[in-house]
């Protein structure tokens, strides 16, 4: 009896305890959410926004418990801003949270729903919004979400296509290029980032806030392109290939150097080429160029650029036989792997500092040693399964010098089903390459063929347009010349009118008639005929003495007293 009642106590109290820490927890994590709401409050509550405040909003949002109910606050005070900037950045940086403790159902969801509602918007800014978050989709996976995001990218890689978004094209491409390359297809790989390449705009200016978190567009994105194309390469092996983008990347890098990002990816650009450049055997300046890079990852406060940046430094002195400065760089890329949590793959590239510590012990015949070394990092690096296959080849020497064949057997199955994997995924992958490819080809077959019909439209626009200026010129000509016709019969009737007034002014107009009518000669037989002359005597004397005008006077009254007397008598009179 006495046990069963101290269970029960242990119980309750245990429950207790669980509801009280469930308490707790709740409490902190509301915490979070009502500080981040309070300081982005607080920072659009004035013009121009409190940056310092938004900042802090951030942090507290890195921290919350992204539910729905966090999720819709959020959304709604990203919607109170003013400035339509700063609530596009709380929706993209909310995305992250999501991601990391809610997992990927939840985190492809949100995603997807924020991307549907930026490709209704026709701003700028929903585009930016849309190709941030485009860029922050995961690519790494279950086999069944990695499918997801290939068929979402490739669908979307085609409504952009068509759309002519070349913005949104790149960055398509660039994530789908990430797909094949995590699953060893390096070759589709760089095609793909290639393609990327085509599609990005490097005169195109960014926002200034959206340049400070990811430029995806612009010379930044171009530089960026260029440095992963040159890693694909060395991956494959392709040293000289990797060292011609690597330079090209590196030499634009080094004219910018204006922010951060440009720091980061002199730091990426400079650290492949030292590595492309020990692999051929061209080990001068890699010093000089370590040191450069490392100390602008040290301003930058960039941990991972760090890290890698002591590992190609132990991987310089290892290729040069220098152990000693050797092992002292991997030592100095651990102790910052452990203590800033910085994995062994990251964003600037792979550190495997145990690996090559593991082959100078090798050397030294101290093999133990190099077994737990390699035991411990090839735990850390399963994600990479090409590099992981290096370690444990490795380590199936180590243990064969031990002479424990059962972990050699072991480690060489394990080769075997991690082989045997690869060429399983590169089938499933090649596969949904050519789906891929085929909704690719699609989408642009498409757009060449809308090109093709834009040009046929524009050509029979032209023709048309051509046969109208031609009928418009001819009807134009016609009535040029109806005009220049009636200008002309005009002119023609006034100098008629004209010569009839002045022949009527002469001649009787039965006379003139005749004339008209050209009949020749004009003469009529008269039997009886008076004709009347008219002098004025002294006429001469007479005008001398008056003034012109009084002599027209005078003359015209006895013009106009005979007149009447003319016609009366029938008669024809003469000026």
Avoid at 264 to 276: K, Q, R, T
Avoid at 290 to 297: L, P, V, Y
Avoid at 349 to 376: D, H, S
Avoid at 526 to 539: A, K, W
Wanted: aromatic share 10%; hydrophobic share 40%; charged share 25%.
């Amino acid at each position: 009896m006495k046990k069963i009642l101290t269970i029960l106590i242990f119980l309750n109290t245990f429950s207790i305890i669980t509801y009280s820490q469930g308490k707790i927890n709740n409490l902190t994590k509301d915490i979070y959410l009502d500080s981040a709401l309070m300081y982005f409050k607080q920072a659009r509550s004035v013009k121009p926004v409190n940056l310092e405040k938004f900042e802090k909003g951030k942090e507290m949002l890195m921290l919350i418990n992204p539910d729905y109910h966090a999720q819709k606050l959020l959304q709604a005070e990203a919607k109170s801003f003013n400035q339509r900037i700063y609530g596009i950045l709380i929706q993209y940086y909310l995305s992250k949270p999501i991601s990391l403790k809610l997992g990927f159902d939840s985190s492809y969801t949100y995603l997807q729903k924020i991307m549907a509602d930026a490709d209704n918007g026709t701003d700028e800014l929903n585009k930016n919004l849309r190709n941030l978050l485009l860029a922050l989709l995961p690519q790494k996976g279950k086999n069944t979400y990695a499918t997801k995001i290939h068929n979402f990218l490739t669908d979307k890689l085609k409504h952009y296509l068509l759309m002519n978004d070349s913005g949104a094209v790149a960055i398509c491409y660039w994530r789908l290029s990430d797909i094949y390359r995590n699953e060893g297809l390096g070759e589709k790989s760089i095609y793909l980032l290639r393609k990327s390449l085509d599609y990005i705009n490097p005169n195109k200016k960014i926002n200034p806030l959206l340049a400070r978190i990811w430029p995806l567009d612009g010379m930044d994105f171009y530089i960026n392109q260029l440095a992963v194309i040159g890693d694909a390469y060395s991956t494959l092996g392709d040293n000289r290939q990797s060292l011609f983008y690597l330079n090209k990347t590196f030499k634009l890098a080094e004219q910018r150097l204006v922010s951060p990002w440009d720091s980061s990816v002199y730091a990426y650009a400079a650290y492949h080429i030292c590595l492309s450049k020990i692999q051929i055997g061209e080990t001068s300046g890699i010093p000089e160029l370590i040191d450069k890079s490392r100390i602008m990852s040290e301003l930058t406060g960039e941990f991972g650029s760090q890290v890698v940046s002591w590992h190609i430094r132990g991987v310089y002195y290892f290729s040069i036989n220098n152990y000693d400065s050797a092992i002292a760089a991997f030592k100095i890329c651990m102790n910052l792997m452990e203590k800033h949590s910085v994995g062994n793959i990251n964003g600037y590239g792979i550190a495997i500092p145990k690996y090559y510590i593991a082959q100078i012990l090798m050397k030294q015949n101290r093999f133990p040693e190099a077994a737990v070394l390699l035991e411990e990092e090839s735990l850390q690096i399963e994600s990479d399964r090409l590099t992981l296959l290096t370690e444990l080849k490795l380590l199936t020497k180590v243990y064969l010098k031990l002479k424990e064949s059962s972990k050699a057997e072991a480690t060489f199955n394990k080769i075997n089903s991690v082989q045997d994997l690869i060429k399983n995924e590169e089938l499933k992958n090649q596969s949904m390459s050519f789906e891929s490819e085929k909704k690719i080809t699609e989408a642009e077959n498409s757009i060449a063929l809308l090109a093709n019909e834009k040009e046929k439209s524009k050509q029979t626009r032209n023709y048309l347009i051509g046969i109208a200026i031609i009928f418009l010129l001819l009807a134009l000509g016609a009535y040029n010349r109806f005009i220049t016709s009636k200008k002309q019969q005009r002119i023609i009737e006034k100098e008629r009118n004209l010569s009839e007034k002045l022949l009527l002014n002469i001649l009787p107009s039965t006379i003139a008639d005749r004339l008209k009518s050209n009949e020749q000669p004009i003469a009529d037989s008269l039997e009886d005929v008076s004709i009347v002359f008219i002098d004025i005597v002294d006429f001469t004397n007479f005008s001398e003495k008056r003034k012109p005008n009084e002599i027209i006077t005078i003359l015209n009254d006895i013009y106009i007293h005979y007149c009447p007397n003319v016609e009366r008598a029938q008669g024809c009179r003469y000026k």
